[in-house]
């Protein structure tokens, strides 16, 4: 008796801390709006958080500008941070969380998406992961964000590299190249789930 009072206990404690870690990973459902903008020169980075109407569904946007002239805007996207090339003709936009779910945005001063990265898909190599906002796989305390560009005197590779969660550096393109090849299946899964559609009268 004793025995199963204890099993019981200790199955509503776990129970009970399940959900807190649950509800801790949920996405907040107050109603606000914030935007952040980010210069490098000319180039204004400006992303929004809108959930006024709806904070089951807000909105995100990344806009771009050079002067007053928009040269790109994404929807369903944000980064916890920016960084530029020293000729700033190139720009990357990192994150490590899931919500919305963007990993890595690379663009250039013309407003050309390179590289783009979802969490959502991809599945990078994380140090600590929640099933929705944490997917933490770069070092965002100390990036070391570095850009590797040809210049009159140097004859490289051009590239991009960052310090990953685990104190590494590697190179940004190889990482997304990674994984997108881990998260095939989850792409493929997906896809699979939005042709499935189950015919009348099917058991």
């Not at 801390?17 to 801790?24: I, L, N, P």
């Not at 459902?29 to 904070?55: C, H, L, W, Y």
């Not at 700033?88 to 990265?117: C, E, M």
Request: hydrophobic content about 40%; proline content about 5%; aromatic content about 10%.
């Amino acid at each position: 008796m004793i025995r199963n009072l204890i099993v019981f206990g200790l199955v509503i404690i776990i129970g009970l801390v399940s959900s807190v870690e649950a509800y801790a990973d949920m996405p907040p459902m107050e109603r606000k709006k914030t935007e952040q903008t980010f210069r490098f020169g000319a180039i204004k980075i400006v992303q929004s958080f809108n959930s006024i109407r709806d904070p089951k569904s807000p909105e995100f946007k990344v806009r771009v500008f050079k002067g007053d002239k928009l040269l790109l805007q994404l929807s369903d996207a944000f980064c916890g941070n920016f960084f530029a090339a020293p000729n700033q003709l190139l720009f990357v936009g990192l994150s490590n969380t899931g919500w919305p779910g963007t990993a890595v945005i690379v663009f250039d001063d013309s407003g050309r998406i390179l590289l783009l990265a979802d969490h959502n898909a991809a599945q990078f190599d994380y140090c600590e992961e929640t099933p929705t906002l944490l997917k933490q796989w770069y070092d965002d305390k100390n990036p070391e964000v570095q850009f590797h560009l040809p210049n009159a005197g140097k004859e490289i590779k051009p590239s991009i590299s960052v310090r990953d969660c685990r104190g590494g550096t590697v190179d940004l393109l190889d990482a997304v190249l990674n994984a997108n090849a881990r998260g095939e299946k989850t792409i493929h899964d997906a896809i699979e789930l939005l042709l499935y559609i189950p015919k009348r009268g099917a058991k």
